[in-house]
Every structure is written in C-alpha cells, then in structure tokens.
C-alpha cells in the first residue's frame, strides 16, 4: 500500500519561491514518474511537471520554465520548486505518483494536498 | 498542449440512474486517457485507466469505453457516495492534460 504525505510554506508573498516536498511509503520508486499538479480554487486540474528514477524530468511549458522538480531517491522524496509567484500561483497543490508500470502511466497515488496562497 | 474537452459540465441525477459522462480529445491518444473522481477536499482518485481497464479496488459499476479521440465514463446505477467531480486525463503526449471536469450532483 503506497502512502504519501507531503509537506511546505503555504503563505508567500509575490515574486517568493515555492518549496514543496512529497514522500512516498511502502513501494517501489523505481518504474514510475512522480508529478505536481495543482488546482486553482473550484477549478480544473493543472500537470506542472514529473520527474522519474533516473532524473529526467517534464515540465507544462505553461509555467514558462518556473518550475524545478527534483528526486532524493535516498529518502524517497521529490520536491517542486516554483519561482516568481504571483497571486495567480494560489491554489491547491498536490503530489502523485504515476504508475509507468502500466504504458499509460495512471495516477494512482495522491497527496493530500497543501494550499498554497500569493498574499502581499 | 492536446485538448481534453469533457461534457456536460455538471449534471443532476438520481440515486440508480445510468450516468454517462464524455471526453474528446483535440488529436487522436490511442487508449491513453484515463478517468478520476475527486470528492470535495480530497485528492483525485483513480478509477478507470487506459480507457477502459478498472483500477483495482474500483466498484464494477463504473465503467470506460473508447479509443482515439472519444472517450466515456459510464456509471451504471448511481450510488449515493458517486456525486462527485469526474475528470479525464491523457498521458499520450506532454504536457500531460485534464478535461474541464463534471459535477454530478444529486437531483
């Protein structure tokens, strides 16, 4: 049974960096993509990028080259980093495992979310 | 970027009644779409990949058709616990896209 939990600064002020942390529990890291995706307040779901065992990663070029992810495959912990935040950065973000083991790479894990909200 | 486009947005009904919900995608994905509930502040959740296959765990109620660029998400008698948001996904091309969701509340 995989678990997550993930875990960061929910409160920044415009142009500050966004750090967060996703550690997973009971399986394999190798084989899959882990990914952040986040959700605008009573909107849609937005993919911001993944990063695989070996540290290849994908980013939404809708982020513009903001966003950093990065594996610590000792710890079992992946990490996003999102510069330059503005108020339209606020929403829920989540972490998820992507299981590649399968070609279509489903999302079948969670975190349970952290909302991040751009306050001056 | 490929467009997922899912209908209808929202959607009323009642406890046993069949409920179909689609998604078309802007080019052809294969059978790379996969299908997610989320309850309210809760992590999406996976109950359909690959078009069709049920995620483990998933009630056989819920079922998935399709290939190419028309997907559906058919709930065969509606349960109390599946009034929810409904959102497809593919992971045919980067960057990895959502249709806009369904909100399926009771009527």
């Known amino acids: 049974q995989v678990q997550s939990q993930q875990w960061g600064a929910g409160l920044l002020k415009p142009s500050e960096t966004l750090s967060l942390t996703c550690g997973f529990s009971g399986g394999s890291f190798s084989a899959h993509y882990w990914s952040w995706i986040r959700q605008v307040p009573g909107g849609g779901l937005e993919w911001i990028g993944e990063?695989?065992?070996?540290?290849?990663?994908n980013y939404n070029p809708s982020l513009k080259g903001r966003a950093t992810i990065s594996l610590d495959t000792s710890e079992k912990q992946f990490s996003l980093k999102l510069t330059s935040m503005t108020a339209a950065d606020t929403a829920l973000y989540f972490c998820a495992r992507a299981d590649c083991t399968n070609a279509v790479c489903p999302f079948d894990s969670w975190g349970q979310g952290t909302l991040v909200a751009v306050s001056s | 970027d490929i467009q997922m486009t899912q209908s209808p947005s929202s959607l009323s009904a009642s406890v046993g009644d069949r409920v179909t919900i689609t998604c078309r995608a802007s080019q052809s994905i294969s059978a790379y779409v996969n299908w997610y509930q989320q309850l309210p502040g809760k992590a999406p959740k996976v109950l359909i990949y690959?078009?069709?296959t049920l995620q483990s765990g998933v009630p056989s109620r819920f079922s998935g058709s399709g290939s190419g660029t028309h997907f559906t998400l058919t709930i065969s008698s509606l349960q109390r616990e599946d009034f929810a948001m409904y959102y497809c996904q593919q992971t045919h091309t980067i960057p990895v896209t959502f249709g806009g969701g369904t909100k399926v509340e009771i009527k």
């Open positions: 690959a078009a069709s």
């Open positions: 990063v695989n065992h070996g540290g290849v990663t």
